[in-house]
């Protein structure tokens, strides 16, 4: 277990996205809304907490078939577009108080995505400066 990865800020972020997905989920469970608002945070909840999991159980070290990291991006700019759109339509729509929390609480998760996304791109060309492709000194 990598007990230093929930103090960095990328395990915190990843933490953070998780909650709000969570609590985004309740609320769209909590007021009726369309099954696809419901859908899409429970995936996102799910998928958050498994890159979690594969970050804190050090798992993406043992398992090289896969470029995390990459994947992990891949995931965050995805969950983001969609977060836009159900986001969006939840706020605009706001059938009740409930749908419009988690409509709220879904664009607060975009953000999160979005920085998520950038960190991990920040990351990926750190680690690239420090490879082989360096220059000798």
């Not at 709000?20 to 469970?29: G, P, R």
Request: proline share 3%; with cysteine; glycine share 8%.
């Amino acid at each position: 277990v990598d007990r230093a990865f929930p103090r960095s800020p990328r395990g915190a972020l990843k933490i953070a996205r998780t909650l709000v997905a969570l609590i985004t989920l309740l609320c769209f469970v909590a007021s009726g809304a369309h099954g696809a608002y419901t859908a899409l945070a429970c995936m996102e909840t799910v998928i958050t907490l498994l890159f979690l999991l594969l970050y804190l159980l050090r798992l993406d070290t043992r398992m090289r078939c896969l470029f995390w990291p990459l994947a992990d991006i891949f995931n965050s700019v995805v969950a983001a577009l969609f977060l836009l759109v159900v986001g969006l339509f939840a706020v605009v729509i706001k059938s009740n108080k409930g749908t419009l929390a988690g409509g709220v609480l879904g664009l607060i998760l975009l953000v999160l995505c979005i920085v998520d996304a950038v960190l991990l791109c920040k990351k990926i060309g750190l680690d690239k400066a420090r490879g082989r492709s360096a220059p000798a000194k």
